[in-house]
């Protein structure tokens, strides 16, 4: 794990709020002049802190809010079956996060489409697809109540 002090958290914590932010202003968010702020965010980013600044879009803008959690059991554990699932998970493009769980499940993914008809079209083209799948269990959403990117620094 990195280190961070207290100043570099005053600074994350801002710019996972407002990533586009310009450095001046930052710089008087958290209270140091603007040279050593930028020092500062640069440091961030070379040590891996910062991964990426990124556009967070309205799913609903962009014709997909219908968001479906799947559950998949594999037909075993085997290191090359673990592979090879997730290399093709990786491939569908509604496919937004894959975790590798502890419990009844092996794997946890976030799909979005465009409503029940359009996962049921990703369900047949692509997930009834994925390699080593013996079970799959999909939850829909039916709103989120609460939702952040931000990590508690």
């Known amino acids: 794990m990195t280190h961070y ?8 914590r801002v ?25 500062r965010v640069q440091r961030l980013e070379k040590e891996g802190i910062i991964r990426d600044y990124v556009a967070m879009l309205d799913p609903r803008k962009v014709g997909r809010p219908t968001t479906v959690f799947v559950e998949i059991t594999l037909s075993g554990q085997a290191d090359e079956v673990l592979d090879a ?14 975790h590798l769980m502890a419990g009844t499940a092996d794997y ?22 994925l390699p080593g799948v ?3 269990q999909s939850s829909f959403a039916l709103r989120t109540v609460f939702k952040t990117t931000a990590l508690p620094v």
């Open 85 to 98: 699932f997730e290399r093709e998970v990786a491939r569908i493009p509604e496919v937004l996060e894959c």
């Open 15 to 39: 710019l996972q709020k407002s990533g586009r932010i310009s450095n001046a202003d930052l710089s008087e968010k958290v209270n140091l002049s603007a040279s050593a702020c930028h020092r």
């Open 108 to 129: 946890l993914l976030k799909v979005v489409a465009e409503d029940t008809e359009g996962f049921a079209a990703i369900h047949r083209r692509a997930l009834a697809r």
């Open 5 to 12: 002090d207290d100043t570099d958290a005053r600074i994350l």
């Open 134 to 136: 013996a079970q799959m």
